[in-house]
């Protein structure tokens, strides 16, 4: 049972437009969410993360949202760069340190 | 601050050996997490070892375990290798203390098993 669920394996945007990168998520448990945004044969690099006690957290580009009722979550990046072209997973914890991720999308900022 | 470390970076290795994976966490840190990514499962917990103690253990058999030494390297360790054990194997770091933590990645050990 998929506990993290990345519904659209990929997403193409044009250069300056945004990009909205969704997520559900079926655990109640889940406390804590986090952004990744990974290329191939390379570890996981940590984009932004929110906390279930607030529905919005901002840094830089890059804004994530968290709908606790809908159980879903979303990344925005305002605006898209083509060096922004990566494999995006989200990731929730239950403050475990054991973190259970979507199977990421595929982002392509076209220039 | 130097960020987490893997080594080796690439391993090719034969069904029925084993092998042993390192991490270095980021200075300070004294919670290590591993991870497994395949292209049929994605990106899967492993276990996580905080205080040379393991404190939460995923669904993988007994042929995975780890250890953490007292300056919070970590090693992991597969038995009795299958050709389904090719992965990318990813360690990440954080604190250890608080409850909500951001966990950095390592640049992964690619493990081939022929």
């Known amino acids: 049972d998929q506990q993290v669920k990345q519904n659209s394996p990929s997403l193409s945007v044009q250069e300056g437009r945004i990009s909205i990168l969704n997520c559900d998520y079926t655990?109640?448990?889940?406390?804590?969410f986090l952004w990744y945004k990974k290329y191939p044969a390379e570890g996981p690099t940590f984009l932004i993360s929110?906390?279930?006690?607030?529905d919005k957290n901002e840094d830089g580009r890059f804004t994530v949202f968290l709908n606790k009722s809908a159980k879903h979550l979303s990344l925005h990046i305002v605006p898209s760069q083509p060096g922004d072209s990566a494999v995006y997973f989200c990731?929730?914890?239950?403050?475990?340190?054991?973190?259970?991720f979507g199977s990421g999308t595929r982002l392509q900022v076209q220039p | 601050k130097a960020g987490v470390t893997q080594t080796p970076r690439y391993l090719i290795k034969t069904r029925g050996q084993q092998v042993t994976l390192s991490c270095s966490p980021i200075?300070?840190?004294?919670?290590v997490s591993w991870y497994q990514q395949t292209p049929g499962q994605g990106l899967q917990f492993l276990f996580e070892?905080?205080?040379?103690?393991?404190?939460n253990k995923g669904n993988f058999p007994g042929r995975f375990s780890g250890r953490q030494f007292s300056n919070s390297r970590s090693e992991m360790n597969v038995s009795t290798l299958e050709l389904g054990d090719s992965a990318l194997y990813l360690c990440?770091?954080?604190?250890?203390?608080?409850?909500?933590?951001?966990?950095?990645f390592g640049p992964g050990t690619r493990l081939l098993v022929l």
């Open positions: 200075s300070g840190h004294r919670s």
């Open positions: 990440a770091s954080s604190p250890g203390s608080g409850r909500s933590e951001t966990q950095y």
């Open positions: 929110i906390s279930s006690i607030k």
């Open positions: 990731a929730a914890d239950t403050g475990r340190r054991a973190l259970t």
């Open positions: 655990n109640s448990m889940f406390d804590y």
């Open positions: 070892y905080f205080s040379e103690t393991q404190r």
